[in-house]
């Protein structure tokens, strides 16, 4: 059966190689259906074994499935009914014939821009017809880079001056005083680089911070594996740990890293949303334009990141470096995804001034576009429906099509590489800005605010948006009303560049606490 959310169009640059090796062995991800649909969106928290019982895949149908895939031949290495996975290996051949397509070996340009050989398919899969009714999604066939991640690195200039570190952003945002995350655990998803123990270290010593619980996990045989460049990934996955670890060092850091390709982004979110303590945030700085995404991929990371909404988690995504074109060059609009994903806090990005006491003093969007330095991610989204607590604060129609949609992003940070992060980076100082920042800056506020009310913020919009209205400034946020990202300009309330602004953390720790004792547990029948 024609499996057409898995419909591949051709990439423009790329380079046809030759037929994948028929004789190599490849690694699938089949997600499954659920067996019962989710709560509403941040109508109630439910425990992970909830999630796994009641909103898994069905038993009976999920025995079925997996024996259909060992009938045709393929051997199950994986098989998790409670995150509706299975994952079965073959050889390429198998595969092809097993969904009816064809795998090709291609070069084209990673995220980095460096030549990089992966597997290629075109057009739609063929599930067969025994499994298809229960199938959402198949992925880990083709294995192009899926995501780019979102940071900027800061040219040295001489003079240059304004940056800054962690804790100063933090201390501007007026983030609640007393708490650092004690007793929280914060995901951060890689999909390349890594980072070294003694780096760490040396960062958290050098601004008297004591350094953090960081571990590695590994996913779909990804692994922590520094490249030693400060511009590739590396640059993503140090300023991760050093901005969220500086602002929460007392919560613990597992750090998801998985394959830079569509099975490998849901699986990691996935594995962290059933992971073990329940983590309190996490924090995705890696996305691509949504329509980059098949329609089968899209729909299996919204539903992991609505199985962490529904459990307490706060999923944090940077909106995009590359203004609302997204670095697509079509002339048209675009927003980025996951950021777009309704389940997600979308972050955007600012220029942060502070004062001579190290005080808020004002922001602007980000925008280096004219320079080619960049510029925050926002729009309309092309594919997913306004959500009910966004409808009421003025999101515009999408600027070419008129269209209504989920706006991106929700909230915003400071991002602009002139106002950067100071970092260090495989031994080496650097400042760095991007919405990556803004992510794991968000995800440390959110593990104080977590560590002080007692309680899981989940889905954060249900209370953040509470009472907006277009055109009207929200408490709990610095309103942020000059700029634009290319084709939307920043105004008084949500805008398509800040979303609802940048945080008062104390005030916004004040929302939470006065948000009553949280959404009712669903009970087990």
Request: proline fraction near 7%.
């Amino acid at each position: 059966m024609s499996f057409e959310a898995s419909r591949r169009s051709p990439l423009a640059h790329v380079e046809i190689l030759g037929p994948a090796d028929p004789a190599e062995t490849a690694r699938v991800t089949v997600f499954l259906r659920r067996r019962t649909p989710l709560p509403p969106a941040g109508a109630a928290v439910i425990t992970l074994e909830q999630l796994r019982e009641l909103h898994g895949a069905d038993p009976v149908e999920f025995e079925d499935v997996r024996a259909r895939l060992e009938e045709a031949g393929l051997r199950v290495v994986l098989a998790d009914p409670g995150s509706r996975r299975i994952q079965v290996e073959g050889t390429v051949a198998l595969l092809s014939e097993v969904f009816d397509t064809a795998l090709h070996q291609a070069r084209g340009r990673s995220a980095h821009a460096e030549p990089e050989q992966y597997r290629y398919r075109t057009g739609a899969l063929t599930v067969p017809e025994s499994i298809a009714h229960a199938t959402v999604a198949v992925l880990g066939l083709d294995t192009r880079p899926q995501a780019m991640a979102h940071f900027r690195i800061r040219p040295m200039k001489a003079g240059e001056s304004v940056s800054y570190t962690p804790l100063q952003v933090g201390t501007a945002y007026q983030f609640p005083e007393g708490y650092d995350g004690s007793g929280r655990t914060v995901a951060l998803i890689e999909l390349g680089g890594g980072y070294d123990e003694a780096g760490l270290a040396q960062y958290f010593q050098s601004i008297g911070v004591t350094a953090p619980s960081v571990t590695a996990v590994p996913v779909d045989g990804g692994s922590n594996a520094p490249t030693g460049s400060a511009d590739g990934p590396d640059g993503e996955v140090q300023l991760d740990i050093e901005v969220a670890g500086a602002l929460a060092p007392g919560a613990a850091y597992a750090v998801y890293f998985a394959p830079n390709t569509d099975q490998g982004f849901v699986d990691a979110v996935t594995e962290a949303t059933h992971a073990t303590p329940t983590p309190a945030a996490i924090s995705i700085s890696w996305g691509g334009p949504e329509d980059s995404w098949t329609a089968q991929s899209r729909q299996a990371l919204d539903a992991a990141c609505a199985d962490a909404a529904a459990i307490g988690v706060t999923v944090l995504v940077a909106a995009g470096d590359n203004g609302s074109a997204d670095g697509e060059s079509d002339g048209n609009t675009h927003c980025d995804f996951p950021a777009s994903s309704p389940h997600v806090l979308a972050c955007g990005g600012t220029r942060l001034t502070v004062d001579a006491a190290g005080a808020y003093a004002g922001e602007t969007v980000w925008d280096d576009s004219s320079a080619g330095g960049g510029a925050t991610g926002g729009g309309v989204s092309a594919f997913f429906p306004v959500p009910d607590w966004q409808a009421q604060a003025g999101v515009p129609g999408n600027a070419d099509t008129g269209s209504t949609g989920r706006g991106v992003p929700d909230v915003s940070g400071n991002a602009d590489p002139e106002s950067g992060y100071q970092v260090l980076v495989d031994g080496q100082q650097a400042v760095i800005g991007g919405t990556s920042a803004v992510a794991p800056l968000w995800a440390a506020l959110v593990a104080r605010i977590a560590q002080q009310t007692g309680k899981p913020l989940g889905l954060a919009q249900t209370v953040l948006y509470t009472g907006a209205a277009a055109g009207v400034a929200q408490s709990g946020f610095q309103d942020v009303t000059s700029g634009s990202n290319g084709a939307y300009s920043a105004t008084t309330g949500w805008d398509p560049c800040t979303g609802l602004g940048s945080p008062d953390g104390s005030a916004l720790a004040g929302l939470f606490a006065g948000a009553g004792e949280g959404p009712v547990q669903e009970v087990l029948a």
